[in-house]
């Protein structure tokens, strides 16, 4: 009987671990859509450009200064909440960046980004790659939420001596559950399952992780290759 229930266990695990991934995928897919049309937005708003300039030189010739000014200041607002930043060499990875920036620049997070090109050194597929990076920085902004000051979160990837090297690095409040093997464990509904997914996806593409943990800084190293 005990037996069927190791067996019973294992299999929902299994299903729940598949079930994660399809939504990790849908979520990836979603970071893609949200970058396509920020893309599509700022190409109206270049195309709207010159007609801009025409409406401000004439409100200017009409002496309408601060109508002028208004029309300048609305047009550099909708330039900045659109504007699409190349951080590296893949759309994907770009798209999920993209999306965390936007999340850290909503909830007051400091996010540092630092990332060289890697588009002939990478052997990892740019999607799982991007899953990856996704569940990480979901994990240092989950952490950051808790504080009510100094969120930071810091991205760095490197090309250390030929060998690539990602380092995330975020505050936290100093709580944390570790495992046996010194892992960070998190029980809470579904979000343990995306530590496991960053376990998984570092063994099955033989990556070295290690994770440096203080009493305000948790830091997750991976070496590529």
């Known amino acids: 009987f005990y037996m069927i229930l190791k067996f019973y266990k294992r299999e929902l695990i299994h299903e729940k671990k598949a079930e994660l991934s399809k939504k990790e995928i849908a979520h990836i897919q979603d970071r893609i859509k949200l970058r396509e049309t920020k893309e599509k937005e700022m190409k109206i708003l270049r195309h709207d450009l010159r007609h801009v ?19 300048i200041n609305t047009y550099i607002r909708k330039v900045d909440s659109g504007n699409v930043k190349n951080y590296c060499n893949s759309y994907v990875i770009d ?3 993209d999306y965390y920036v936007n999340v ?12 060289c090109d890697f588009e002939d050194e990478l052997d990892i597929p740019d999607y799982d790659f991007a899953v990856f990076i996704s569940n990480c920085l979901e994990n240092a902004v989950n ?10 979160i810091s991205l760095v990837f490197l090309n250390n001596f030929g060998r690539l090297v990602l380092q995330i690095k975020n505050t936290y409040n ?3 559950k570790l495992d046996k093997h010194k892992k ?15 376990e998984l996806f570092a063994q099955q593409n033989n990556l070295l992780l290690d ?13 590529l290759n």
């Open 211 to 223: 994770y440096q943990i203080t009493n305000e800084l948790f830091v997750i190293n991976v070496l």
């Open 184 to 198: 960070p464990v998190n029980k809470a509904k579904d979000h343990g399952f995306g530590t496991k997914s960053i």
């Open 143 to 152: 952490a950051t939420l808790k504080l009510e000051t100094n969120r930071k």
């Open 104 to 115: 850290c620049k909503n909830n007051n997070i400091d996010f540092h980004i630092q990332i």
């Open 95 to 97: 798209s999920v960046i």
């Open 174 to 176: 100093g709580v944390i």
């Open 53 to 71: 300039l025409i409406a401000i030189s004439q409100m200017i010739t009409d002496n309408k200064r601060n109508d002028a000014l208004e029309l």
